[in-house]
């Protein structure tokens, strides 16, 4: 047969080999302009939002998606060549793959060409919703202060130039200045990104932000705009050539950027929508009063179990997160690590099982056909692990609890951000912005133990404290003694 290239024309003879969107695309307005649209965005709330266009007559809640930088053009490229469609695969652990077309996404802009379209965009009355997954790096905060990062030459060009646009405060506070004076109602932001109050930090950078470049807007912004916390959960690795090729050969479809994820998907969100919300209930979406214990369960053991295998993995030449599961002493380190030091701060979640979530967790990231690389689950660990296990270690150390696994993961991730190699010789796959800055403070460590630690920027006061440099200094002496990592997993397990 011959190969068919996705778009929306040949969507009526595709749906003959998988199911494809049955409603009306062309008719659909936006109601959502969705800011940082990856892999993740697509696996999960466009996901959520196709199937209530599939299920209900809903198409006031189309999604307009946005990229906001350079690196945004290859999924412009694809989006605007496909008319926003892809393919979403998911992967069940026993091999089945389900294959669907998705359709939510229907328009697409690239800022960096176009920025005055995007304004227009957010400004337009049908808009009623931006979110964002503009990654936990996305909300310009120093890490240990928490204060907004005035200095970034972005933020300084958008403060002297309202009219010109570059990040994400920018244009949200150019836009909601259009709709003030416009006289319509303004949106809610629904941050969607791994930080714990993702909602109250999005509300605090932007209003920081609109406040100073225009007090009495940024007070019009305060009190018409409304931010609810959300708890996004879907492991959507990074898609591989052997899926597009998957795509080809099964279905003779050409797909040039499709999406791979895990069958479990779960939101939540505070019901705090100041113009109107789709209603992600009847997709099984819950709307709660208070999103807090969802989120800090969900990052403290998720985010930063996937941190626990992945930094060690890499040093040891584990691959992915499922080949992390297959080792023993990985799965105890883990799970050690999420019963001695995250249970105990984490208290009582009312309505959740901890023991069943965190059983459900090691089986998710055994799933062998997610294929998740550590190198994804290493990416940007800067801005993770402040937000994923600091607080973890900051409140054992606060109450005596046990602080031993989280101190091995950053001697490790020092070692890690030192060597750029695994202990078998391969190169690191290293993808963080700060790497310069970890790279350097780390190269120190054989002079001053703690350079590392010393990065006040990512630590705060932590170095003072003197239980955590105790730990710390004993798995710094023997990781750069040359004890490998796993070694020191399996020691820490036996005592
Ligand atoms: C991962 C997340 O980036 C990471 O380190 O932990 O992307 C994770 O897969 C998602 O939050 C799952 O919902």
New binding site residues.
């Given amino acids: 047969m011959e190969l068919t290239y996705l778009n929306q024309e040949i969507l009526e003879l595709l749906s003959e080999r998988l199911p494809c969107p049955t409603y009306k695309r062309q008719a659909l307005k936006t109601g959502i302009v969705h800011i940082g649209v990856g892999g993740?965005h697509r696996s999960h709330q466009a996901y959520y939002i196709h199937q209530l266009l599939e299920k209900h007559d809903s198409i006031a809640w189309g999604i307009c998606g946005v990229g906001l930088r350079e690196g945004d053009r290859k999924i412009k490229d694809v989006l605007h060549k496909q008319d926003g469609l892809y393919t979403l695969m998911v992967q069940h652990p026993d091999g089945r793959v389900d294959s669907q077309v998705i359709g939510a996404v229907h328009e697409y802009l690239l800022a960096v060409d176009t920025p005055e379209l995007v304004v227009e965009k957010l400004a337009h009355p049908d808009t009623k919703i931006v979110s964002l997954t503009i990654t936990e790096g996305g909300y310009n905060f120093n890490s240990s202060t928490g204060v907004f990062n005035f200095e970034n030459p972005d933020i300084q060009h958008e403060l002297k130039l309202r009219n010109q646009p570059r990040t994400v405060f920018g244009f949200l506070t150019a836009a909601l200045r259009k709709r003030r004076d416009a006289g319509h109602s303004a949106f809610t932001v629904l941050s969607c990104d791994?930080i714990q109050h993702n909602g109250a930090m999005a509300k605090k950078m932007l209003l920081t932000f609109a406040r100073k470049q225009d007090p009495v807007l940024g007070q019009w912004m305060e009190e018409n705009v409304s931010f609810p916390n959300t708890m996004?959960?879907?492991?959507?690795p990074v898609t591989a050539s052997t899926d597009i090729d998957y795509l080809k050969d099964e279905y003779q479809l050409v797909d040039e950027w499709p999406v791979v994820c895990e069958p479990f998907i779960q939101w939540v969100i505070e019901d705090d929508f100041v113009n109107g919300r789709p209603p992600l209930e009847k997709m099984g979406v819950q709307f709660v009063p208070d999103v807090s214990p969802y989120e800090k369960m969900?990052i403290r053991l998720?985010?930063a179990g996937?941190?626990v295998l992945?930094i060690p993995g890499a040093l040891h030449g584990h691959p992915t997160i499922n080949a992390c599961m297959e080792d023993p002493v990985f799965v105890k380190f883990m799970r050690q690590f999420m019963d001695e030091e995250v249970t105990p701060v984490l208290g009582a979640i009312e309505g959740i099982d901890l023991e069943q979530y965190k059983g459900k967790l090691e089986e998710r990231f055994a799933n062998p056909n997610i294929k998740?690389a550590v190198s994804?689950?290493c990416?940007e660990s800067a801005a993770?692990l402040p937000k994923f296990l600091l607080p973890t270690l900051q409140e054992n150390l606060a109450t005596g609890g046990s602080i031993k696994h989280a101190s091995l993961i950053f001697a490790a991730w020092c070692y890690y951000s030192d060597k750029g190699v695994s202990e078998d010789g391969k190169p690191l796959e290293i993808m963080d912005t700060m790497h310069p800055q970890l790279q350097e403070a780390a190269s120190r460590t054989t002079e001053d133990p703690l350079a590392f630690l010393q990065q006040t920027d990512l630590f705060g006061k932590l170095v003072k404290n003197e239980r955590l440099t105790k730990s710390y200094t004993d798995f710094i002496g023997r990781i750069y003694q040359g004890t490998g990592i796993r070694e020191l997993m399996a020691e820490l397990l036996e005592e």
């Fill in positions: 993740f791994n996004v959960d879907r492991i959507t969900k998720l985010n996937h941190s992945g998740d994804r689950i990416s993770k």
